[in-house]
């Protein structure tokens, strides 16, 4: 086991500038049949055989005439025509012979007898005819090189009579999954352990960009087996993927291979996640080491391997869809990286807002629910709130605008609102919800805030902190807070006093959160010095992830609703019912998505559904309290 610690941190453009430069990429050509051709991408261009129409035909139903026979008829001095001699019977689409040549709509003519019509306007000649090549010329280029087929496109092509079309052929992709920790099957997944997600992220993106992916099996990790199979992939395939082993463990093995039996471009670029990238060719194909983080595999896929493919495709990478967007929490970045931050996006008062999401290489979920990608460049520490900054969009603006944007207190009914209505809810915590409100950047914010003087919740909050501005306090839930502990409450933990027992450890909520609030009250009110509590200082973000540390043995007990410990079969001892209700501006009340938002909180379904969770009650909610 050798050990290296080598890695370059290349900018990115140049980076891609350097390995195409020394890369040759030469599209081939195929012949397909045009009925097969949609998403194919043409490799000349296409030019007409037949004109479409191919003969004069009737655009309506009606009758055939001679214009000239018509003119002169008026309403006054209508024309008579004579069946054969002066018209026929005709339907749209019929051919139109000389001598007629013009078609007269039936609901224009008056019936006198099957044989004979009157008509009370002319005909101009080719009225309602649609003439050979009216849409279509032969020989008229129907499609330039470098067309995406669509299904018009394959449409227009079999109306001017071509059969087969030449076509870039799909690149071939090798993805090769290593990782002797990496397995294919969910019940193979124990400590140690993680099940192979990526190469099927790799094998769906090929396939949408128009390659064919190859998944091959796990390889272990292990020089001579990662040697031979990237070998037999590069002989079978025209562009290949190692997924992992990219970087400079004592097991990372693809770029010792690569430089072997081929050239490493670049290894290690200034982009993160996607650090230690491996840029390689073998034989003249690319081969490209993607690290095996899942966020990290993405990215580089979209840097890196994407313009490859799109160039085996004879197609250039299209250019990134911009927006200026105004940050909600603030992103720090090292100065030696490009770093890429994931963004949810969202519209409120006609202002694009970005709410980072976590920024982890592992965390897959923080691009499901991406709506945006922003770019920290190098050599920026990175932004504040408030700060403009460019986002690349996943999702068009539209779909973007009919959102409602939430941001506070993290209850697990939200998630349940998001599945009835466009939602877009980020968690952090009550005061952290009042303070964007107060920067307009959410819609409303979720609080449950206990005024420690009066024991009442929220009301003194918003007069406190909107003072002057018009609010309203959409109730929302009661629910009940209590001790989070491991089944069976092993420790009976049941109140504030036991958790400076020395075998207690707690799970804590972030500073500006009401479950936070409550706590710090509660230990006040009995007299408990925090500096006492193990795990104080450790801060979780919501009440799944402090159920999730008491589940996992990181800690014994936190203080959390009765659904996040339901939720993973833990015990719950109730400690306060607390009031969770939604901030808003009075004004936002005329919002249709406020509007609904209201409605599901009365409905029936919403109700149930979140009775099904356990420890929620309903007394008020849904009415609105206006507070000025
Ligand atoms: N001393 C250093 N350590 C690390 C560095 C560094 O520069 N110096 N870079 C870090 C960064 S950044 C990344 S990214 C990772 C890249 O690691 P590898 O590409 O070598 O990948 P592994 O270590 O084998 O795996 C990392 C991680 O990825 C997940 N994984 C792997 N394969 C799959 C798969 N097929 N499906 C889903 N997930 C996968 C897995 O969680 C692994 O734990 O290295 C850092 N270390
Ligand atoms: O650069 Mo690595 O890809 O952050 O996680």
Do not use: W
């Not at 999730?548 to 014994?556: D, F, I, L, M, Y």
């Amino acid at each position: 086991m050798s050990r290296k610690a080598y890695i370059d941190n290349i900018d990115v453009n140049l980076a891609i500038d350097e390995y195409f430069k020394k890369l040759e990429i030469n599209p081939k050509e195929e012949l397909i049949k045009v009925k097969d051709s949609l998403n194919r991408v043409t490799s000349r261009a296409v030019y007409a055989k037949l004109s479409s129409p191919s003969y004069n035909s009737a655009a309506m139903d009606g009758i055939a005439v001679i214009s000239d026979y018509t003119t002169g008829a008026t309403e006054s001095e209508p024309k008579t025509l004579k069946l054969n001699e002066d018209f026929i019977y005709i339907n749209t689409g019929n051919p139109v012979k000389e001598p007629f040549d013009a078609v007269i709509m039936i609901e224009d003519c008056i019936i006198k007898d099957e044989d004979t019509i009157e008509i009370l306007s002319p005909a101009y000649p080719y009225q309602h005819i649609r003439q050979i090549g009216e849409d279509i010329v032969a020989t008229e280029m129907i499609l330039p090189s470098r067309h995406k087929i669509r299904p018009v496109d394959i449409g227009a092509l079999i109306s001017g009579g071509i059969d087969e079309i030449s076509v870039y052929e799909k690149p071939k992709v090798a993805l090769i999954p290593t990782g002797s920790e990496i397995v294919e099957n969910v019940e193979e997944v124990v400590e140690g352990k993680i099940i192979d997600s990526n190469s099927y992220v790799f094998e769906n993106l090929v396939l949408e960009l128009g390659g064919i992916p190859n998944k091959g099996s796990i390889a272990v990790d292990e020089y001579e087996t990662i040697k031979a199979m990237v070998l037999e992939a590069v002989e079978k395939n025209d562009i290949v993927l190692v997924n992992a082993g990219s970087s400079a463990g004592t097991m990372d093995y693809t770029v010792d291979v690569i430089d072997e039996i081929g050239e490493v471009v670049v290894h290690g670029v200034a982009m993160k996640p996607g650090k230690p990238t491996i840029l390689g060719i073998v034989k003249g194909k690319p081969i490209i080491g993607i690290p095996g983080y899942p966020v990290s595999s993405y990215l580089v896929f979209d840097v890196f391997v994407k313009p490859v493919i799109l160039k085996f495709l004879g197609l250039e990478d299209d250019k990134d869809e911009i927006a200026k967007a105004t940050l909600t929490k603030r992103v720090v970045s090292s100065l030696k990286n490009e770093e890429i931050i994931r963004v949810t996006l969202g519209f409120v008062d006609d202002k694009l807002i970005a709410t980072p999401l976590q920024s982890g290489a592992g965390v897959i979920m923080s691009l499901v629910k991406a709506d945006g990608l922003c770019k920290i460049p190098r050599n920026v520490e990175g932004y504040d709130v408030s700060d403009t900054v460019d986002v690349k969009l996943l999702r068009p603006l539209n779909q973007i605008k009919e959102s409602l944007v939430s941001i506070g207190s993290h209850d697990i009914c939200m998630d349940i609102v998001a599945d009835m209505m466009k939602l877009k809810s980020t968690h952090v915590g009550s005061m952290g919800g009042i303070l964007s409100l107060r920067r307009r950047e959410c819609h409303l914010a979720p609080i449950h805030l206990l005024d420690a003087d009066t024991g009442e919740y929220n009301i003194s909050y918003v007069r406190k902190y909107f003072n002057g501005e018009k609010m309203a306090l959409i109730k929302g839930l009661n629910r009940i807070q209590g001790f989070i502990v491991e089944k069976g409450n092993p420790l009976n933990i049941q109140s504030v006093n036991d958790l400076v027992r020395e075998d207690v450890v707690f799970a804590n909520r972030q500073r500006g959160s009401g479950t936070r609030v409550l706590l710090d009250y509660e230990l006040a009110k009995n007299d408990v010095n925090p500096e006492k509590i193990k795990g104080y200082q450790r801060e979780f973000s919501t009440h799944m992830a402090v159920a999730a540390a008491v589940k996992n043995k990181s800690a014994n007990v936190g203080l959390g609703v009765y659904s996040a410990s339901k939720a993973l079969d833990l015990d719950f001892y109730p400690l306060k019912p607390e009031e969770y209700d939604f901030l808003t501006y009075a004004k936002n009340l005329e919002l249709d998505r406020i509007k609904e938002f209201i409605e599901i909180l009365k409905s029936e379904e919403f109700k149930n559904r979140v009775d099904a969770l356990g420890g929620y009650g309903f007394e008020n909610t849904g009415e609105i309290i206006i507070i000025e």
